[in-house]
């Protein structure tokens, strides 16, 4: 048996065996908080869970004990809107609205290759994860000629990590020349774009339900993708059983552009396009009126709030507390790191708190509502909410355990808002996906953290010179001000 919720207690790597987590605060999501208690784990999922010790077992051999005294046990948190490739560009175009942000940036992610891919996927999963996040999904919508398979490079980041990884395979169709807002350069023509986002559904999704795998097709945004390609992406995603994900509703700028190029609004939009559903999640919406949110509840059309993103760009505040009130699904994004530098999972449960409340009133959205949405919401927005989500018997046993008897954070008397209301995230003690140890002690056991980091810097470093001598762009067009590069 090995004891402490992290000390001592090796590396990553598939236990298989039973995980004993005792004397915790768990806080399940779903049914009723238990102030002492123990979670069961064998294999990949949690077979027992309730107050007190566990039920003596007949044998303890090869039984992991987890001393959970003094720490917090909530589901892993799940992430639903993220470009990784962002990590490699962060820090750029400051002070840009979305529109004038992009362009200043397709230039250089047109430069990305799988070496960056790779690099900032590392950085960017091995953040999330020590941020609480067993589950991300990704939207990858730059595939530059030539370049690598930069799908490809991103889920064999997600793998050396351990998290469960639902990279959408993204696109771009609508360039300048045919009114989009991208450069030519960077959009694809429609039939490449089919035939390799059915490759990548054919060669990497995984719809057990164990699954660390899953592909997702998402067209990228009204204003860079052409209707044609909406309506047969979402052929092909119904056709393939996998889901469907795009940006909808963030800038003011977006709702003008879809009424002066399409004569709808974007709701009305996607509605057009056969793109609301239960199988289809859309990033930010947040310039939706009452009947748009409605039509969201109604056909269980789900989205991922990403605060600190529409904070950064001075995109708006999303009507969450609204859509809540009204039925509709809502999970969590950090967004690209582009719009959202070193962005944290727990982070931005409180950021989604905080502008509520600054917004609608103290009353908007509650600690735990919080939590739902970074985890049960996410997990619909995934489609997952019977794997993942909260802690159940029979589900996937992905729990993140903060440690929240620390000296600043004993003093705060309940431990889910100690984990949702301080700036600063508690400790993660452990963080398991499927029972195995990713996590332990606010470090990555499956990966060298130290290495990982320096990755991603190096990606970005190494971006930035390709952007250079592609001549697309110089740091200086898009960077901070003088003096500071
Ligand atoms: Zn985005």
Same mark, same amino acid.
């Given at each position: 048996m090995s004891r402490g919720a992290g000390t001592g207690v090796g590396g990553g790597g598939r236990r298989g065996g039973t995980v004993l987590i005792e004397n915790a605060y768990i +806080? $399940?999501? *779903? =049914?009723e908080e238990i102030p002492r208690g123990y979670i069961r784990i064998d294999g990949d999922r949690i077979t027992a869970l309730g107050p007190g010790p566990a039920p003596a077992m007949s044998a303890t051999q090869g039984v992991e004990w987890i001393d959970g005294s003094g720490c917090l046990a909530t589901p892993g948190l799940v992430n639903t809107h993220h470009h990784l490739y962002q990590w490699a560009s962060q =820090? #750029? /175009?400051? %002070? /840009? /609205?979305l529109f004038d942000w992009l362009v200043a940036l397709y230039p250089v992610w047109a430069a990305m290759d799988a070496e960056v891919v790779h690099g900032a996927a590392g950085a960017g999963l091995g953040f999330l994860a020590l941020s609480g996040c067993t589950t991300s999904s990704d939207h990858h919508y730059v595939f530059p000629k030539g370049r690598g398979d930069l799908l490809a490079a991103e889920i064999e980041a997600a793998r050396e990590v351990g998290v469960r990884f639902h990279p959408a395979r993204g696109s771009m169709d609508r360039g300048r020349s045919a009114g989009g807002l991208p450069p030519d350069s960077v959009v694809e023509r429609l039939d490449d774009i089919l035939t390799a986002t059915a490759e990548a559904i054919d060669a990497h999704h995984d719809p057990s339900f164990s699954s660390k795998l899953r592909i997702a097709v998402a067209p990228c945004s009204p204003f860079s993708v052409s209707a044609d390609l909406m309506t047969e992406a979402a052929a092909l995603a119904r056709d393939k059983g996998v889901r469907l994900h795009t940006h909808l509703a963030e800038t003011l700028d977006e709702e003008e552009h879809c009424l002066a190029q399409l004569g709808l609004r974007p709701v009305g939009y996607l509605e057009r396009l056969g793109w609301l559903g239960p199988d289809v999640w859309v990033a930010h919406a947040v310039h939706l009126g009452d009947a748009d949110i409605d039509v969201f509840a109604q056909t269980g059309t789900g989205s991922a709030h990403c605060p600190s993103s529409n904070g950064r760009l001075g995109a708006g505040v999303a009507r969450v507390a609204e859509m809540l009130r009204r039925g509709a699904v809502v999970g969590l994004g950090v967004d690209g790191s582009a719009s959202a530098e070193l962005t944290s999972m727990s982070g931005e449960m409180r950021q989604a708190l905080l502008l509520q409340r600054a917004r609608y009133g103290p009353a908007a959205l509650t600690t735990r509502q919080a939590l739902e949405i970074a985890t049960l919401g996410g997990a619909r927005n995934l489609g997952r909410e019977a794997e993942i989500g909260s802690l159940e $018997? =029979?589900? #996937? +046993? %992905?729990v993140a355990l903060w440690r929240t008897d620390t000296p600043f954070a004993s003093a705060v008397a309940d431990p889910v808002a100690a984990l949702v209301l301080g700036a600063r995230q508690p400790p993660l003690a452990r963080l398991l996906v499927g029972g195995e140890t990713i996590v332990a002690d606010d470090e #990555?056991? *499956?990966? +060298?953290q130290d290495e990982l980091g320096r990755a991603g810097g190096a990606a970005h470093r190494r971006l930035m010179r390709l952007a250079g001598e592609q001549g697309l762009a110089t740091a200086g067009e898009v960077g901070p001000p003088p003096g500071q590069m």
């Open positions: +806080a $399940p999501v *779903t =049914g =820090g #750029l /175009a400051q %002070d /840009a /609205a $018997p =029979g589900k #996937l +046993a %992905d #990555l056991r *499956t990966v +060298a």
